[in-house]
Nanobody, 115 residues
Framework: QVQLVESGGGLVQPGGSLRLSCTASGFTFSSYTMGWYRQAPGKQRELVARITTSGSTSYPESVKGRFTISRDNAKKTMYLQMNSLKPEDTAVYYC?????????WGQGTQVAVSS
Protein backbone atom coordinates (compact mmCIF):
# COMPACT_ATOMS: atom_id res chain seq x y z
CA GLN A 1 0.00 0.00 0.00
CA VAL A 2 1.00 3.60 -0.47
CA GLN A 3 3.02 4.93 2.44
CA LEU A 4 4.87 8.18 3.14
CA VAL A 5 7.20 8.43 6.12
CA GLU A 6 8.61 11.81 7.15
CA SER A 7 11.59 12.26 9.45
CA GLY A 8 14.26 14.75 10.47
CA GLY A 9 12.29 17.31 12.44
CA GLY A 10 13.29 18.70 15.78
CA LEU A 11 13.86 21.78 17.89
CA VAL A 12 16.22 24.37 16.45
CA GLN A 13 17.14 27.95 17.29
CA PRO A 14 16.24 30.80 14.95
CA GLY A 15 18.76 30.93 12.14
CA GLY A 16 19.45 27.22 12.36
CA SER A 17 19.03 24.46 9.80
CA LEU A 18 17.27 21.12 9.49
CA ARG A 19 17.03 18.53 6.75
CA LEU A 20 13.80 16.63 6.42
CA SER A 21 13.39 13.30 4.61
CA CYS A 22 10.35 11.66 3.08
CA THR A 23 10.55 7.98 2.17
CA ALA A 24 7.89 6.69 -0.18
CA SER A 25 6.62 3.22 -0.98
CA GLY A 26 3.72 1.60 -2.78
CA PHE A 27 3.66 3.78 -5.90
CA THR A 28 5.94 4.84 -8.75
CA PHE A 29 7.79 7.61 -6.93
CA SER A 30 9.86 8.67 -9.95
CA SER A 31 6.70 9.40 -11.93
CA TYR A 32 5.16 11.62 -9.28
CA THR A 33 5.50 15.35 -8.78
CA MET A 34 6.03 15.67 -5.03
CA GLY A 35 5.70 18.41 -2.48
CA TRP A 36 6.38 19.35 1.11
CA TYR A 37 3.50 20.78 3.10
CA ARG A 38 3.32 22.23 6.59
CA GLN A 39 0.58 22.90 9.09
CA ALA A 40 1.04 25.27 11.97
CA PRO A 41 -1.33 25.24 14.97
CA GLY A 42 -4.62 26.86 14.06
CA LYS A 43 -3.68 27.29 10.41
CA GLN A 44 -4.44 25.49 7.18
CA ARG A 45 -1.95 23.11 5.65
CA GLU A 46 0.13 24.87 3.01
CA LEU A 47 2.49 23.77 0.25
CA VAL A 48 6.03 25.02 0.89
CA ALA A 49 8.04 23.28 -1.81
CA ARG A 50 7.35 21.35 -4.99
CA ILE A 51 9.54 19.24 -7.25
CA THR A 52 8.52 17.78 -10.59
CA THR A 53 9.58 14.48 -12.09
CA SER A 54 12.26 16.32 -14.08
CA GLY A 55 13.59 18.08 -10.99
CA SER A 56 12.10 21.52 -11.49
CA THR A 57 11.37 23.20 -8.18
CA SER A 58 9.10 25.95 -6.92
CA TYR A 59 8.53 27.69 -3.59
CA PRO A 60 6.24 30.32 -2.12
CA GLU A 61 7.82 33.66 -1.26
CA SER A 62 7.73 32.84 2.45
CA VAL A 63 10.47 30.19 2.10
CA LYS A 64 12.15 31.04 -1.21
CA GLY A 65 15.92 31.31 -0.80
CA ARG A 66 15.84 29.46 2.53
CA PHE A 67 14.35 26.05 1.66
CA THR A 68 15.62 23.62 -0.97
CA ILE A 69 13.70 20.58 -2.11
CA SER A 70 15.41 17.62 -3.78
CA ARG A 71 14.72 14.00 -4.58
CA ASP A 72 16.57 10.73 -5.05
CA ASN A 73 14.39 8.50 -7.21
CA ALA A 74 16.65 5.48 -6.72
CA LYS A 75 16.05 5.71 -2.98
CA LYS A 76 12.41 6.79 -3.35
CA THR A 77 13.22 9.61 -1.01
CA MET A 78 12.61 13.34 -1.07
CA TYR A 79 14.40 15.93 1.04
CA LEU A 80 13.80 19.43 2.32
CA GLN A 81 16.86 21.41 3.37
CA MET A 82 15.72 24.27 5.58
CA ASN A 83 18.15 27.07 6.38
CA SER A 84 17.81 30.38 8.21
CA LEU A 85 14.83 29.02 10.08
CA LYS A 86 12.38 31.44 11.66
CA PRO A 87 9.87 30.96 14.49
CA GLU A 88 7.10 31.21 11.90
CA ASP A 89 8.45 28.04 10.27
CA THR A 90 7.26 26.09 13.32
CA ALA A 91 4.81 23.46 12.10
CA VAL A 92 4.30 19.80 11.37
CA TYR A 93 5.81 19.05 7.97
CA TYR A 94 4.34 16.47 5.60
CA CYS A 95 5.10 15.18 2.13
CA UNK A 96 2.50 14.36 -0.51
CA UNK A 97 1.74 14.81 -4.17
CA UNK A 98 2.94 18.16 -5.43
CA UNK A 99 0.11 18.78 -7.92
CA UNK A 100 -2.49 17.74 -5.37
CA UNK A 101 -2.18 16.00 -2.01
CA UNK A 102 -3.84 12.85 -3.32
CA UNK A 103 -1.72 10.31 -1.44
CA UNK A 104 -2.43 9.05 2.10
CA TRP A 105 -0.91 11.45 4.61
CA GLY A 106 1.96 10.26 6.76
CA GLN A 107 2.40 11.12 10.40
CA GLY A 108 4.48 14.20 9.61
CA THR A 109 7.54 15.47 11.40
CA GLN A 110 7.47 18.30 13.92
CA VAL A 111 9.70 21.32 13.40
CA ALA A 112 9.96 23.83 16.23
CA VAL A 113 12.00 27.01 15.89
CA SER A 114 12.55 28.71 19.20
CA SER A 115 15.27 30.25 21.31
Amino acid sequence: QVQLVESGGGLVQPGGSLRLSCTASGFTFSSYTMGWYRQAPGKQRELVARITTSGSTSYPESVKGRFTISRDNAKKTMYLQMNSLKPEDTAVYYCNGGNAPDLPWGQGTQVAVSS
